[in-house]
């Protein structure tokens, strides 16, 4: 394999075949991918939107271009972006990077065998819900012939059953019990305020200052909640020189 003309650039070895330039890797695409499923290469060191644009100037100046090869250049692209989500996002379980891609090249050609038939059958529900569209069901009632022969729902129906439904229904519901449940007793909008007071005569204060007015431990944590809204809503500028370290806190709205 050797060098060309730029990162990421596209190339036409064996009679057009797409061929790509990364730092890791200058060859055919294929032989790349088959690498990436035979794990020898970290999929994690490919620049996947790097080969797309590629494979894109190489689709537009290639003779031959056939549905077929950019089929199987997006089905191996959406195996490396699952493996790569599967590497870069944190998650409870481990992945094994064999149930996701398996050893052989063979699950790209039974992936894409699984597409075609994904389109057979949206094929055949759209054809079915154009025949469906011109059926409506019938909306009047029986003919006045047949109405002698439906049954009087009400007829065993008294007074005095009404009147016991009417109880079950206009009865108040039941009260819930919330003494489980903690009563609020600092909400964010005076934790807010309170911080716009603090910043708004001092300019400039730590975070134990701000709190040193809270006598319950919920104060402490509403204000600090409200110290990162303020911040995401850029009123606040917030700097900490060492972890676990003291956060100073400055006022970069408008004066309170």
């Known amino acids: 394999m050797t060098p060309t003309a730029g990162p990421g650039s596209a190339e036409r ?10 730092p890791i890797f200058t060859g055919p ?44 250049f997006l089905a191996v692209c959406a195996i490396m972006l699952e493996l790569k989500v599967g590497r870069l996002m944190p998650r ?6 064999e149930d996701l891609l398996g050893v052989s090249p063979d699950l790209v050609y039974a992936r894409s065998i699984e597409l075609a038939a994904f389109r057979t059958v949206a094929v055949e529900i759209a054809r079915g819900l154009d025949e469906e569209s011109l059926r409506f069901t019938r909306e009047a009632g029986p003919p006045t012939e047949f109405a002698h022969l439906y049954p009087d729902v009400l007829e065993d129906v008294s007074a005095d059953d009404l009147a016991r439904i009417a109880a079950v229904v206009f009865r108040p519901p039941p009260m819930v019990d919330l ?40 104060q402490i944590v509403v204000r600090f909640l409200a110290l990162l809204e303020l911040y995401r809503e850029g009123k606040v500028d917030l700097a900490q020189a060492a972890t676990f370290g003291e956060i100073d806190v400055r006022w970069e709205g408008e004066a309170a």
Not at 13 to 22: N, R, T
Not at 50 to 55: E, K, L
Not at 204 to 214: G, I, N, P, W
């Open 179 to 218: 003494s489980h449940v903690t009563p609020i007793r600092y909400t964010m909008a005076e934790a807010v305020e309170a911080v716009r007071d603090h910043l708004g005569r001092l300019g400039q204060a730590s975070f134990r200052d701000l709190v040193a007015d809270c006598d319950q431990r919920i």
């Open 92 to 97: 409870h379980e481990v992945v094994d990077e």
């Open 13 to 22: 070895p064996d009679g057009g075949a797409f061929a790509v330039e990364l």
């Open 29 to 72: 695409f294929r032989i790349l991918a088959d690498l990436i499923l035979a794990q020898k290469i970290d999929v994690c060191d490919v620049s996947i939107a790097t080969v797309t644009d590629g494979f894109l100037a190489h689709s537009k100046e290639a003779e031959g271009w056939s549905l077929e090869e950019a089929t199987w």
